[in-house]
């Protein structure tokens, strides 16, 4: 069961959340596997007392299934959470006011609630349930013995780095810490990290489990559950997909009771459904846009793609005017062979921006070197300078943190003699 966490008066903006009545969002039973009911409008009586809040509700499909559940939190200004951090969340470029899963979780996990919320990809999950952590994280110490306050569990370890990147920003004004564990770097740097201790940990499951179970080696133990209070789930759904049920499991039987869980997923199929009961403890249900058992695309964002070959003023000609279509703009790039794909662009870039520094030593510096098949996302497009490369590998440079998302994942398509850009905005 989760507990209610006090905040100092004078560090929190007043918000007291108003509560309403007659909401539905699943037809859940214990018996059989949860129905998905149609859109309820909301009720007449909220209508009257916050119109602005059914509108609210309305406009953005947020459904609920408790109905004690607290109005979602419409701005910033009303967040509950420390003046800090409300001050660094408005001064983010673009953010103008909470998402709707953010609005509708934030105050359910600040309460100290249990939720399980049901968001497209895209919709804005992982600042609803990193803000509510880091406020909780600042008001208890980490363990000497390692042990987090909050763990966050993800499928990949692109979107641990991710997490904890987000986790660095937001906690830092707090002096929160945070810690990214994943596969395919060195357990050595990683178990060093977590033995300085830390607020946060985003993990991928399987590392994470690797990380707990060193302790049985022979070896000094790198890390504990025994103050984690805290417990996130990421993209549940495909965690699930991927086979990482047993590690999870195993991972949560280390977390001492009572515990926050929070549980996020793009989807609501029978197996989530059943790790859900299991895992989460009279939880707050809340679900925005159809939340159903396929994975759906958010129509928030426009997806692109251009192949071109590997021709060289084509290929810096498409970067450039990738580049002016604003800054949300994020490009995967594809190709068979790292040091290719650093060469051209390095040479390409620096003769176009009058770069002094070659991207390909950028590159290198970040690990890329050797590596094949890459999928490399590049963001951050800013006039006049033009394109910036930065991948999020290792922790960036001050110089190229500003404005930055991006990120590394192996590349599972066949090799291709082409490059191939996906430009997605929202």
């Known amino acids: 069961m989760g507990r209610a966490v006090k905040l100092p008066e004078s560090d929190v903006t007043e918000y007291v959340p108003a509560k309403r009545t007659n909401r539905v969002a699943l037809d859940v039973t214990e018996d059989a596997p949860a129905k998905r009911s149609k859109r309820v409008d909301p009720p007449a009586e909220l209508e009257e007392e916050d119109p602005a809040a059914a509108a609210f509700l309305l406009a953005n499909e947020i459904t609920f299934h ?37 609005a509708a979780s934030w105050p359910l996990a600040v309460a100290g609630r249990d939720v399980l919320a049901i968001a497209k990809t895209g919709s804005g999950k992982t ?3 990193l803000l509510p952590a880091l406020t909780r994280c600042r008001l208890e110490k980490a363990d000497a013995n390692g042990s987090p ?22 906690g830092e004004p707090l002096g ?15 178990s060093n990290n977590l033995q300085r201790g830390c607020e946060v940990i985003a993990a991928t499951p399987g590392r994470m489990k690797d990380m707990l179970d060193i302790r049985g080696n022979g070896y000094n133990a790198v890390t504990s559950l025994t103050k984690c209070s805290i417990l996130v789930l990421d993209e549940a759904d495909r965690m699930l997909d991927m086979g990482f049920e047993k590690e999870i499991r195993s991972i949560v039987w280390e977390i001492p009771t009572p515990h926050q869980t929070l549980f996020y997923s793009a989807t609501w199929p029978a197996e989530v459904e059943c790790i859900a009961q299991d895992l989460l403890t009279n939880p707050a249900k809340v679900s925005v846009g159809s939340g159903g058992e396929k994975l759906t695309a958010n129509k928030s964002v426009t997806q692109r793609v251009h192949v071109v070959n590997l021709g060289f003023a084509l290929f810096v000609c498409c970067f450039f005017v990738c580049s002016n279509l604003g800054s949300n703009l994020v490009v995967c790039l594809f190709e068979s062979c790292c040091a290719s794909l650093c060469l051209g662009l390095s040479s390409g870039l620096s003769s176009a921006t009058g770069a002094e520094d070659k991207l390909e030593d950028k590159l290198c510096d970040f690990g890329f070197s ?11 497009f800013r006039q006049p300078i033009g394109p910036r490369v930065c991948p999020q590998v290792c922790p960036q440079p001050p110089a190229l943190r500003t404005n930055l998302r991006t990120n590394f994942v192996p590349n599972t398509m066949p090799v291709q003699k082409k490059f191939v850009l996906s430009l997605s905005s929202n």
């Open 66 to 102: 408790d109905a004690d559940s607290p109005l979602p939190c419409m701005s910033f200004e009303t967040a509950p959470f420390p003046k800090k951090l409300i001050k660094l969340l408005i001064a983010q470029p673009g953010f103008k006011a909470p998402s709707a899963v953010q």
């Open 127 to 129: 600042l609803g349930y």
């Open 149 to 170: 306050i909050c763990l966050i569990m993800a499928p990949t370890r692109e979107l641990a780095i991710q997490i904890c990147s987000e986790a660095v920003k937001f």
């Open 176 to 190: 929160c810490r945070a810690v990214a564990v994943y596969g395919g770097a060195s357990k050595k740097t990683q």
């Open 370 to 380: 050797g590596k094949k098949n890459p999928t490399i996302v590049f963001s951050g």
